[in-house]
């Protein structure tokens, strides 16, 4: 497991608590908070909180809404997926107590979303 600086953990808890989510967005973080929390150490509530950071920043850097995801055909659904996880393994790897441990932290999130993609594909 990893050690995360806990006001950041904290703090990405209430961010999460405090955001009214769409059942489709809802559904998603819940996914990804669950699976991914607790692979890293994580409980899901912050997980949820970084996961939404992650949204928000791929949103602001396509100068869109994640609604729109849904919208896009299978190959950049993929892509926005991937730019995604980038950024939650970014703002999480900005939050490990000891940043030697970024190298594990990212093999761990790499098999993590790679399950999750998985299941996802499934649907």
Known sequence: ?????????????????????????????????????????????????????????????HATTADSIGAMPPEKRAAAAREIAKHFRDIVGKQLRDPREQSRLDRVLDDAFAHYLARYNKR
Do not use: H, T
């Open 1 to 61: 497991m990893f050690e995360f600086d806990s006001g950041a953990v904290r703090d990405a808890a209430k961010a999460y608590e405090s955001i009214q989510l769409q059942p489709a967005q809802e559904a998603l973080v819940k996914d990804l908070g669950n699976l991914v929390g607790p692979k890293i150490g994580l409980d899901p509530f912050p997980c949820r909180g970084f996961w939404l950071m992650a949204v928000r920043a791929w949103q602001v850097e």
